[in-house]
């Protein structure tokens, strides 16, 4: 009795697999083009359970791909028909700058990925020297970023009364107050062909 069990339970999971595998492989090969018309649709998300990461996915048939990568830190999609696997510290952000007098901040971002990234949005997170939270705002960055590449970005201050400067800066000669920055990425798109 518990032999024919374990087969049977076999049986069941070899279905369950061809299935799953079945439904995925018809979602990669439907066309974008019925009736000879163009059929926009959204963003197609398989979520996995696993047990290392919590990652995603992805399968899209628009021209662009955009990954909400503050769900999870890694996320495998599917680009040109191939799968691939995007990791969020893959994006580095460096050289933060913004003096006193300043009505700019200028950072750089590292695309160590394996796409050339479209547009990007970031939180930036403001904190005195206490760590205590001065300020908070999402940007979105639309600039074309190639994999391997490094783009440095200027950006409009959070700071319009001109009252902090990044602690790291030149120390003003008036008496002004130091802060520290925080880089979180909250999503990324990129062309999918």
Same mark, same amino acid.
């Given at each position: 009795?518990?032999?024919?069990?374990?087969?049977?339970?076999?049986i069941?999971?070899?279905?369950?697999?061809?299935?799953?595998i079945?439904?995925? %492989?018809? +979602?990669?090969?439907?066309?974008?083009?019925?009736? +000879? @018309?163009?059929?926009?649709?959204?963003?197609?998300? /398989?979520?996995?359970?696993?047990?290392?990461?919590?990652?995603?996915?992805? /399968?899209?048939?628009?021209?662009?791909?955009? /990954?909400?990568? !503050?769900? =999870?830190?890694? /996320?495998?999609?599917?680009?040109? +028909?191939?799968?691939?696997?995007?990791?969020?510290?893959?994006?580095?952000? !460096?050289?933060?700058? @913004?003096?006193?007098?300043?009505?700019?901040?200028?950072?750089?971002?590292?695309?160590?990925?394996?796409?050339?990234?479209?547009s %990007?949005?970031?939180?930036?997170?403001?904190?005195?020297m206490?760590?205590?939270?001065?300020?908070?705002?999402?940007?979105?960055?639309?600039?074309?970023?190639?994999? +391997?590449?490094?783009?440095?970005?200027?950006v =409009?201050?959070?700071?319009?009364? @001109?009252t902090? *400067? *990044?602690?790291?800066?030149i120390?003003p000669?008036?008496?002004? !107050?130091?802060?520290?920055?925080t880089?979180?990425?909250? =999503?990324?798109?990129?062309?999918?062909?």
């Amino acid at each position: 009795m518990t032999h024919e069990y374990h087969i049977n339970y076999c049986i069941r999971q070899y279905l369950r697999t061809t299935t799953a595998i079945i439904v995925i %492989m018809m +979602g990669l090969f439907t066309t974008d083009f019925a009736y +000879g @018309k163009k059929i926009k649709q959204s963003l197609k998300v /398989i979520k996995r359970e696993n047990s290392i990461n919590d990652s995603c996915l992805i /399968i899209s048939r628009s021209n662009t791909i955009e /990954i909400d990568t !503050a769900k =999870s830190d890694s /996320i495998t999609f599917i680009k040109d +028909g191939e799968p691939y696997l995007f990791i969020s510290q893959s994006i580095r952000f !460096a050289g933060y700058d @913004k003096t006193l007098n300043s009505s700019k901040e200028s950072f750089l971002v590292l695309n160590e990925s394996l796409v050339d990234i479209k547009s %990007m949005t970031i939180r930036l997170t403001y904190k005195d020297m206490s760590d205590r939270m001065l300020h908070s705002r999402k940007i979105t960055v639309e600039e074309e970023i190639p994999h +391997g590449e490094t783009r440095k970005i200027d950006v =409009s201050s959070w700071d319009t009364q @001109k009252t902090f *400067y *990044y602690y790291r800066s030149i120390p003003p000669k008036r008496d002004a !107050a130091p802060y520290k920055i925080t880089f979180s990425l909250l =999503s990324i798109s990129f062309d999918s062909n």
